[in-house]
Every structure is written in C-alpha cells, then in structure tokens.
C-alpha cells in the first residue's frame, strides 16, 4: 500500500567597537560549529525498547519535522517569512524537544566537496528599519549558504535547548524527491556541471562525513539513513526488499553497511531505520513496514546499542486502508496492522521505536480517531516520535504553524507563528514529554532548558522524576542520576594582553606577554571562569539573561555568573551583559570575529 505524494512546494554581523580597558588580545582560534558544544554529553543509547543517556536516564523524543533542505530551496520552509532565532525559539517554548531535519544526499554530497548550495527565497537584511534574519549574514556581508545556514540553526537549538537529526528524504535535492523508493539510482548537475550519480557508495560516503564533521556536537543526535524506502511507485526501477541477501536493493543490507561507515566515525551517534513498503506478501505504508527485523536484523559490528527504528503511520486521510473500514480501536489497529508491523518490537522489549512522522489534517472524524489512538499509543508504550510536520505546507497533512509573519515595530523585529491550536493542543500536546503537575516540558540537554518554560534533562531527574514524574508510566518516575558539568580546569598558557588606554586627546596602546597559570581575570568570553572559551560560557550569559534568580550573580559554581564572569563576558561594546555578547562568543568559536572583545 502506498502513501500518496506530499505536494511541498548568520549570524549578526560583528559591529566595530572600540573597547576601553584592560583587553586582552587572544590569538586566533579557528574552530567549526561541529567543535562547540557545552559538554558533550547528550549523547544516547539504547537497551532493549528504550533510550538512555550516558547515565542510564530514560529519555523520550517528542519531536517534529521541519523540512526544506531536501529541497530546491536548501533551507527550512518558512524561513523566508520568519526569523531563524524567532522561530527556533518558539519551537523550544511549544515543547518541541527534537527536530527531524529532511535534507538530500546531493545537498550533503556538495557539502562534503566544499561547495555547498546557496539558500533559496531568503533575503536577510540588516537594515535597521527591517532588522531580518540578520544570523544568516555572514561576517563578509555575504548570505549564507546551506551549510553554513545548517550550522547556525545547530547554534539556536543548542541555545534553546532543542536536539536535531537529519533525515536523508530523496537522493537528489527535489521538491517531490520523497516519491522515489530507493536511496540510490538518481543524479544531479554538480556546480561545475558534471553529472553526479548517487549510488549506494555515494550515499554512505556521504552520510559517513557528516557524522564525522559534526561528530563533536551533541546537538546532532543521529542519522535517519533514508526515508520511505518502498516500491517502484515514484520512479524506482525495483522495489526496496527487506532480506538476508547482498542484492542491490536490499535495504536491510544497506541499511548496516551504512550503519557501520557512521558509527565509525562516531560511535555515539542514534542509526535511525525505516522500514520498507512489502515484506513477504504484506504490505504497509512507504517505510512502515519492519516485520523484516524479527528475520533480518540490522546488525552493526559494534552492536546494536545506537539502533532506533522508526516506521511512519498515517490516517485515512492520507490514505484509506482496510484497517479503518470499521468502528476501529487501538485494539483492530493492533490486530490489523500495528502489532505484526512496528509495535511488536516494543512490546517484546526488542529494539526502539522512534514514529518518524504521523499527523494529518483535521476532520472531525476518523483521522482524528486514528491521531488519537497513535497518540496515545505512544505514551503508553514510551515510543518516540517526530510529528509530520511544522511548516504547513505538506500538500496531504497541512501543519502545525498556519501561518508565519514577521514585523518590525520601533526598529526591533519579531516573528508570529500562527500555531494551529486545536491540532496542537488536541493531538500533539498530550504526546510532549513533560512532568506531569507543573507541564514543564523536558529537554533533552543536561545543561541548557528547553525553551522559556522548560527544563533540561539534569532538572527533570534532580528536582521533578521522584516527586512529580512525567506524562509516561501514569506520573510514575524513579530518581534518576543527573550527569555533571565539566569541572573548572585551570589553564598555563602564554597570552598576549592588549592594554588600551582611551582619554580626550588620544589612545596609546601596549602589547605584553603574560603567563597565565590559573583561570585569567580578564579571560573575555570566559563567562564561567573554567580556562576556556566554549559554548558553555554563550549559554550561560543566555541562561543569566532569561533567568538572572538562578543563573545570575550569586553562587561561585559554574551555573552561576560571577562578577568576574560578567565582566570576562561583556565582549561586545562595553555597555555591560546582553544576548549580543552571547552571539559575539558564537561568532568567535564559528571563526566569524577574530578576537574578543570584538573590535
């Protein structure tokens, strides 16, 4: 059975201040964003049905998509109406702990040449009368281009406490690329014009250099290797199989052989598998069908301790099928198609089960049955999911957002997302993770909350697991073990400290070298004084910010900015703390600004 086609349709500019002061000039440190990352320690595993982080907490993704790097556009939907910021932001406010990220094995393969594909239909601007998407301006003046647009948008959910995989959606950067079966057999023109074919070899060359590119941020979580693998339906020369032999379009096959070029270059990365449409004479939607796993396997050489398979289910408004040609329950849909399909592999406590989409449109009627009964299938049974799909223009679903505007009122800009409220609160909100008496919702960060009203993984078990628990298991959630912040390391380094002496008639400047043994005074972007310049110091300067009673200037560990934090942290301009330091610091680690303080 088939799914029908969905119709789919930087940084701010480092401003030129003058410091006055004592300002150290550091040398340059050259550092990609796939480097910054606050600890590194959100990476996940499975045991048996379920996800843990490094310390044995359970998680539970509850996500969405948010497509349009699979497409001609090489960049999220909407993005020419909204402001990247604004938007991540509010993501995070409604909850959204993780995003699934559709992009192309052409849109990955110009990446890992070092020719990424410039954006489409975004036009930043810095004009201050219409401040737009001013993070996708680069440092040169030039618009970003589909990496480094994929960079910054890793940088706002790291800041808003959001994790994020990718999801291969079609070979061939296409609007309706998702209609071809295979994770092989189509090409594309490279930017000199050569034709480019991906073949099997090229799609996990591909994937195997992401996963080492962005292997030091644990804000990429995983890897979805294909999405919807089926049958000839959309253009494929043969049917995607599921079977134990080394045929080309053996997807079980392929599907490890691809496994294991990732987790080679990270181990720690999630293998997220779909399924495939016909499996031994049964049929299921594009992807959902993983009856093939009880036979077949994935069986990486490390073991399967990063495998999460991830079937996608619809209603009858995408599709109609036999299962809902009657007053239907969980229990037909479970003897009809969900047990023997997907839902068996938790049941038997076998493998994770992430339900890459699911959604659809409203109609009072059966599609929101089956959205209700999926829903609360999930809970019950601790499935993760991402929601198919934010941006509303999925031909057969719609979205979340209605409508996305952004306006300009006394030279500051913001965005308004239209969220559709009945969808969100009805179907999708129950299906958040969140504790169960205060509603916060959970992250999946150990450092950083998800979103103004959230809480990071550390919070839930620390202050929430025992007394309150969460929307799984009835409330019912044991103390968990909170995973530490890095320590404060001293450092013992030679640096060269810019003295700038400012007065009415004139400015003199020295340059001395210094040994630094210990954590510097006047280290800048250092907010939380541990030696070092990181993501760590531009999330806490954040955190201080939005919540200056638990992160501001009382406390001397590291979650608290002291004074000597506040000072090391006012980096741009000298008009003491504001969101601007924290993207200066961000600017420096992505190698945009040279020194700090900016100059």
């Not at 992250?443 to 993984?457: F, R």
């Not at 202050?463 to 959630?477: C, F, H, I, V």
Request: net charge negative; glycine share 10%.
């Amino acid at each position: 059975m088939k799914k029908f086609a969905r119709a789919a349709a930087a940084l701010v500019s480092a401003a030129v201040m003058t410091a006055t002061g004592a300002a150290p000039c550091f040398s340059q440190v050259t550092m990609t964003v796939n480097a910054v990352d606050t600890n590194g320690d959100d990476w996940l595993h499975a045991k048996g049905s379920r996800l843990y982080d490094m310390n044995g907490n359970e998680v539970w993704l509850t996500g969405a998509n948010w497509f349009g790097f699979n497409c001609t556009e090489c960049s999220p939907h909407y993005l020419w109406n909204g402001d990247i910021d604004d938007m991540v932001k509010d993501i995070a406010d409604h909850g959204v702990n993780v995003l699934r990220l559709p992009v192309s094995t052409e849109l990955l393969y110009n990446w890992m040449e070092g020719d990424p594909n410039p954006i489409g239909s975004i036009k930043p601007s810095s004009d201050p009368s219409y401040p737009f998407n001013m993070d996708l301006i680069m440092s040169d003046g030039h618009t970003a281009n589909s990496m480094e647009l994929f960079d910054v948008l890793l940088a706002k959910c790291k800041k808003y406490g959001v994790k994020a995989f990718i999801d291969i959606h079609s070979p061939e950067s296409n609007n309706a690329g998702h209609n071809y079966g295979l994770w092989y057999g189509k090409s594309f023109k490279d930017h000199s014009g050569k034709n480019v074919e991906v073949t099997t070899d090229l799609w996990i060359e591909t994937l195997a250099w992401c996963a080492d590119h962005y292997k030091g941020d644990d804000t990429l979580i995983g890897f979805d290797l294909k999405n919807e693998p089926h049958s000839k339906y959309g253009g494929a020369p043969i049917d995607a199989i599921w079977d134990d032999s080394d045929a080309p379009n053996n997807w079980k096959k392929a599907a490890q052989d691809c496994a294991d070029a990732i987790l080679a270059k990270n181990p720690n990365a999630l293998i997220i598998i779909e399924g495939v449409e016909g499996f031994e004479g049964h049929g299921a939607w594009w992807g959902g069908n993983l009856r093939g796993v009880a036979k077949y396997p994935v069986m990486p050489k490390s073991g399967t301790s990063q495998i999460v398979y991830s079937p996608h289910d619809y209603g009858p408004i995408v599709s109609d099928q036999t299962w809902f040609n009657k007053d239907f329950t969980e229990k037909t849909l479970l003897d009809d198609y969900w047990y023997d399909t997907w839902a068996y592999l938790v049941d038997k406590d076998m493998y994770p089960l992430l339900i890459g989409e699911w959604g659809g449109r409203l109609d009072g009627g059966k599609n929101e049955q089956w959205l209700g009964l999926l829903r609360d299938y999930m809970i019950k049974n601790h499935i993760s999911h991402t929601f198919w799909c934010l941006n509303d223009d999925s031909g057969d679903t719609g979205g979340l957002w209605k409508d996305v505007q952004f306006g300009v009122t006394n030279g500051e800009g913001k965005t308004t997302i239209n969220w559709d409220k009945e969808k969100y609160d009805t179907y999708y909100y129950p299906a958040i993770w969140k504790t169960s008496a205060s509603k916060k919702f959970i992250g999946l960060d150990h450092q950083v909350a998800l979103g103004k009203d959230g809480i990071s993984l550390n919070e839930f078990y620390s202050s929430y697991a025992k007394s309150e628990g969460s929307n799984l298991d009835g409330g019912k959630t044991s103390d968990g073990k909170p995973v530490d912040a890095d320590k404060t390391t001293t450092t013992s380094t030679t640096k060269e400290n810019k003295t700038t002496t400012t007065t009415s008639a004139a400015t003199t400047t020295t340059l001395t070298s210094t040994t630094v043994s210990s954590v510097s005074k006047r280290n800048f972007g250092d907010a939380n004084c541990d030696g070092t310049i990181d993501m760590g110091d531009a999330v806490l300067i954040m955190q201080a910010l939005a919540n200056p009673n638990k992160y501001g200037l009382k406390g001397t560990d590291k979650n608290h900015i002291t004074d000597e934090g506040l000072k090391n942290a006012d980096v741009e301009g000298s008009n003491g703390l504001s969101n601007n330091d924290a993207q200066a610091i961000q600017l420096y680690l992505l190698g945009k600004v040279r020194t700090l303080p900016v100059e």
